[in-house]
Protein backbone atom coordinates (compact mmCIF):
# COMPACT_ATOMS: atom_id res chain seq x y z
CA UNK A 1 0.00 0.00 0.00
CA UNK A 2 1.16 3.22 -0.79
CA UNK A 3 1.19 5.59 2.28
CA UNK A 4 0.63 9.89 1.80
CA UNK A 5 3.70 11.92 3.00
CA UNK A 6 0.99 14.99 4.24
CA UNK A 7 1.36 15.78 7.46
CA UNK A 8 -1.18 17.99 9.37
CA UNK A 9 0.48 21.58 8.71
CA UNK A 10 -0.04 21.30 5.02
CA UNK A 11 -3.65 19.47 5.33
CA UNK A 12 -4.43 21.97 7.74
CA UNK A 13 -4.02 25.13 5.22
CA UNK A 14 -4.34 23.21 2.02
CA UNK A 15 -0.89 22.87 1.08
CA UNK A 16 -0.43 19.67 -1.05
CA UNK A 17 -1.46 18.60 -4.34
CA UNK A 18 -4.43 15.79 -4.58
CA UNK A 19 -2.22 13.82 -6.63
CA UNK A 20 1.10 14.31 -5.12
CA UNK A 21 1.92 14.41 -1.29
CA UNK A 22 -1.72 13.34 -0.85
CA UNK A 23 -1.87 10.33 -2.81
CA UNK A 24 -1.90 6.81 -1.29
CA UNK A 25 -4.14 4.67 0.45
CA UNK A 26 -3.41 5.83 3.99
CA UNK A 27 -1.87 8.91 6.14
CA UNK A 28 1.05 8.05 8.52
CA UNK A 29 1.79 11.46 9.98
CA UNK A 30 -1.67 12.84 8.33
CA UNK A 31 -2.59 14.13 12.15
CA UNK A 32 1.23 15.26 13.62
CA UNK A 33 2.05 18.42 12.79
CA UNK A 34 4.94 19.24 10.60
CA UNK A 35 7.34 20.74 13.67
CA UNK A 36 6.69 17.32 15.58
CA UNK A 37 7.15 15.47 12.30
CA UNK A 38 10.77 16.97 12.38
CA UNK A 39 10.92 16.11 15.97
CA UNK A 40 9.81 12.49 15.61
CA UNK A 41 13.00 12.24 12.64
CA UNK A 42 15.67 13.91 15.24
CA UNK A 43 14.36 11.10 17.64
CA UNK A 44 14.80 8.15 15.43
CA UNK A 45 18.15 9.46 14.54
CA UNK A 46 19.27 9.31 18.32
CA UNK A 47 17.37 6.33 18.85
CA UNK A 48 18.97 4.40 16.26
CA UNK A 49 22.62 6.49 16.97
CA UNK A 50 22.82 6.81 13.28
CA UNK A 51 21.38 8.91 10.63
CA UNK A 52 18.51 6.60 9.62
CA UNK A 53 16.87 9.93 8.52
CA UNK A 54 19.25 11.96 6.65
CA UNK A 55 19.81 15.03 8.22
CA UNK A 56 19.72 17.01 4.55
CA UNK A 57 15.96 16.24 4.88
CA UNK A 58 15.72 17.64 8.59
CA UNK A 59 18.10 20.91 7.95
CA UNK A 60 16.76 21.43 4.63
CA UNK A 61 14.23 24.85 3.98
CA UNK A 62 10.58 23.11 3.56
CA UNK A 63 9.51 23.19 -0.15
CA UNK A 64 6.32 21.58 -1.68
CA UNK A 65 9.26 21.91 -4.82
CA UNK A 66 6.75 22.74 -7.80
CA UNK A 67 9.23 25.61 -9.18
CA UNK A 68 12.99 25.79 -8.56
CA UNK A 69 14.25 27.75 -5.51
CA UNK A 70 10.55 27.37 -3.85
CA UNK A 71 9.93 27.38 -0.21
CA UNK A 72 6.99 27.07 1.93
CA UNK A 73 7.57 29.70 4.09
CA UNK A 74 7.26 32.47 0.86
CA UNK A 75 3.28 31.74 0.56
CA UNK A 76 3.27 30.38 4.38
CA UNK A 77 4.31 31.59 7.84
CA UNK A 78 7.15 29.56 8.97
CA UNK A 79 6.32 26.38 10.56
CA UNK A 80 7.09 27.33 14.15
CA UNK A 81 4.37 30.10 13.82
CA UNK A 82 1.75 27.94 11.78
CA UNK A 83 1.87 25.18 14.22
CA UNK A 84 0.96 26.78 17.33
CA UNK A 85 -1.74 28.45 15.74
CA UNK A 86 -3.21 25.73 14.06
CA UNK A 87 -3.01 23.74 17.43
CA UNK A 88 -5.05 26.28 19.08
CA UNK A 89 -7.81 26.44 16.26
CA UNK A 90 -7.91 22.84 15.20
CA UNK A 91 -7.36 21.06 18.16
CA UNK A 92 -8.13 23.16 20.98
CA UNK A 93 -11.18 24.81 19.23
CA UNK A 94 -10.29 28.82 19.49
CA UNK A 95 -11.44 31.27 17.83
CA UNK A 96 -9.02 33.98 16.12
CA UNK A 97 -9.93 36.51 18.26
CA UNK A 98 -8.72 34.26 21.48
CA UNK A 99 -5.92 32.89 19.45
CA UNK A 100 -4.23 36.78 18.55
CA UNK A 101 -5.52 37.45 22.47
CA UNK A 102 -2.66 35.09 23.38
CA UNK A 103 -0.46 37.04 21.54
CA UNK A 104 -0.42 35.95 18.15
CA UNK A 105 -0.07 38.31 15.28
CA UNK A 106 -3.71 39.09 14.54
CA UNK A 107 -3.86 39.31 10.51
CA UNK A 108 -1.53 35.64 10.83
CA UNK A 109 -3.89 34.09 13.00
CA UNK A 110 -7.04 35.17 10.36
CA UNK A 111 -5.07 34.47 7.26
CA UNK A 112 -4.45 30.88 8.77
CA UNK A 113 -7.84 30.22 10.17
CA UNK A 114 -9.36 31.54 6.83
CA UNK A 115 -6.87 28.93 4.48
CA UNK A 116 -8.20 25.92 7.47
CA UNK A 117 -11.62 27.28 7.15
CA UNK A 118 -11.24 27.36 3.12
CA UNK A 119 -9.55 23.58 2.58
CA UNK A 120 -11.83 21.22 3.98
CA UNK A 121 -12.91 20.77 0.19
CA UNK A 122 -9.23 19.44 -0.22
CA UNK A 123 -8.85 17.24 2.94
CA UNK A 124 -12.29 15.56 2.43
CA UNK A 125 -10.12 13.88 -0.48
CA UNK A 126 -7.30 12.73 1.12
CA UNK A 127 -6.76 8.99 2.69
CA UNK A 128 -7.84 8.22 6.14
CA UNK A 129 -5.38 8.23 8.67
CA UNK A 130 -3.92 7.49 12.12
CA UNK A 131 -5.03 9.46 14.98
CA UNK A 132 -2.97 10.98 17.24
CA UNK A 133 -3.91 14.22 18.59
CA UNK A 134 -7.19 15.43 20.55
CA UNK A 135 -8.64 16.55 17.24
CA UNK A 136 -7.79 15.10 13.86
CA UNK A 137 -9.35 16.03 10.48
CA UNK A 138 -12.24 14.06 9.51
CA UNK A 139 -14.91 12.98 12.16
CA UNK A 140 -13.09 14.99 14.55
CA UNK A 141 -13.46 18.25 12.80
CA UNK A 142 -15.57 18.75 9.53
CA UNK A 143 -16.99 21.85 8.35
CA UNK A 144 -19.66 22.44 5.82
CA UNK A 145 -18.22 23.02 2.30
CA UNK A 146 -21.47 24.01 0.63
CA UNK A 147 -21.89 27.60 1.89
CA UNK A 148 -18.03 28.40 2.11
CA UNK A 149 -17.65 28.13 5.42
CA UNK A 150 -17.60 32.08 5.96
Known sequence: MVL???NKSEMA???????GDS???YGVIKDVLKTRV?????????RDGRETINESVITKPPSAELRPDQRDDQSLPPYEVL???LALYVEDDRTAPEIV?????????RRVCRLVDI???KRRQCPP?????????GKDRRLPITNAYR
Open 4 to 6: TTG
Open 13 to 19: VGYFTLY
Open 23 to 25: VGG
Open 38 to 46: YDLCRYVNR
Open 83 to 85: DPI
Open 101 to 109: ELGHDEATV
Open 119 to 121: NEY
Open 129 to 137: GVKVSTKAF
